[in-house]
């Protein structure tokens, strides 16, 4: 913006100095050859008194060879017939001198005194102007320079300032503000981003405090839950739920700790999609096990970093993971496929070899037709969105459910 605005006061300037400095040139060069005329008449005029004074050749010719050191030339010629109102006219020859003829009646007859100014003195002095003009508009064209980056840089840098609080506010930094500076129009934009700054910070901290209330309000009937466990007999099957239990106790703590931390993750956040995988499968394989679902996994050799949290990419797995136990029947084999991409970050695809989906509908938050919340596929969509990626469903080859969350490469 600052080369722009330097590049349209530059133009104007321009434009201007041109308008003034081409007639000041054309007037500098008709001024030099005026004095240059007016000198070179007064000087001959010696000449025209010896003349009109009845003076012999030798005379006229001794004033004629002083004046001819000053680079004039003058001859007397007589011109025929009478002249009652002598004149005296300048005229220019073919060489770009100029002719000066003065006539003077000498008993009765007009004799012409004619002087020739050479072209170096009709333009003496010309080309020195003209380099002062040049010079002249040089500076102020420099001088325009300096002030139009003045105020550019007056009207930049409070923009600058909004640009690097808008990141700092999309990295997650939700105590940026700025000091309201520049123009009356850029300092209603900061006052409104400071406005829309406290705003989200409300909205946020509100929403936290919300989720974080209703996870203890979970816990509970998660108590209650662990008491009618541990009343039942000793037994595998009493183990198998109070491992059950506890495991819906620490997703519930892990809930609230969620809830109340601090907004930190945006564009810095990053998690090796390699290690977040290969540890929710294995969490998911026992159960997965149990119920005679096969489960496969292909993962790449090397580390896939992508731009999502650890605990963000664990709990979109863990709802896909979650959708395809709740929703296909036992014995479906489910496969879970990791690829890093080319440019950066990496697309996670579970695939099952069930139903398949029926409606695509269900990407859309809070819709469902299982009689779930509907909230899974909207968790792994945001989570996939947040990275600079997308999430889409598909038919699987085998004729299944196939989800593909695409992720970002993390910045930096």
Not at 282 to 294: I, K, Q
Request: hydrophobic content about 45%.
């Amino acid at each position: 913006m600052r080369r722009r605005l330097a590049l349209l006061v530059a133009a104007t300037t321009s434009v201007v100095l041109l308008a003034f400095l081409l007639p000041a040139a054309v007037l500098v060069a008709r001024a030099a050859e005026s004095n240059a005329v007016s000198l070179a008449t007064a000087r001959s005029q010696s000449v025209v008194s010896a003349v009109a004074a009845g003076a012999d050749d030798e005379a006229v010719a001794s004033l004629a060879d002083q004046l001819a050191a000053n680079g004039l030339a003058v001859t007397v010629v007589d011109e025929t017939g009478a002249t009652t109102r002598p004149r005296a006219t300048v005229t220019r020859t073919d060489d770009r001198a100029a002719l000066i003829r003065q006539p003077v009646v000498v008993d009765g007859r007009t004799r012409v005194v004619q002087t020739v100014i050479p072209p170096d003195q009709l333009r003496e002095g010309v080309a020195r102007a003209r380099i002062v003009l040049l010079l002249l508009g040089l500076v102020l064209i420099g001088l325009s320079l300096v002030v139009a980056d003045r105020l550019a840089r007056r009207i930049t840098r409070p923009i600058s300032e909004l640009a690097d609080a808008a990141h700092r506010l999309g990295k997650g930094d939700l105590s940026t503000r700025v000091e309201p500076d520049g123009p009356e129009e850029v300092r209603e934009v900061g006052a409104a981003i400071n406005l829309l700054a406290g705003r989200i910070r409300e909205l946020l901290a509100g929403e936290r405090e919300s989720v974080a209330d209703l996870s203890h309000r979970l816990r509970t009937p998660v108590t209650a839950l662990r008491l009618e466990v541990e009343s039942l007999p000793e037994g595998p099957e009493r183990d198998r739920l109070t491992g059950s239990v506890e495991e819906l106790t620490r997703e519930v703590d892990r809930l609230i700790r969620e809830a109340r931390r601090p907004v930190r993750e945006g564009v810095d956040a990053r998690a090796d999609a390699r290690a977040v995988v290969a540890e929710r499968v294995a969490f998911w394989t026992p159960l997965a096990e149990e119920e005679g679902r096969a489960v496969r996994l292909d993962l790449p050799d090397q580390a896939c970093p992508v731009r999502v949290s650890p605990a963000d990419l664990e709990a979109a797995l863990d709802a896909l993971l979650g959708n395809v136990v709740a929703h296909t029947p036992e014995g479906v084999g489910l496969a879970v496929r990791l690829r890093p991409l080319a440019g950066g970050g990496g697309v996670v695809v579970v695939s099952d070899e069930g139903p398949g989906f029926a409606d695509p509908e269900v990407l859309r938050r809070g819709e469902s037709r299982a009689g779930s919340t509907g909230l899974g596929l909207d968790i792994a969509r945001r989570t996939a969105g947040a990275s600079g990626g997308e999430l889409t469903i598909a038919r699987a080859p085998g004729g299944g459910g196939e989800v593909t969350m695409r992720l970002g490469p993390p910045a930096g």
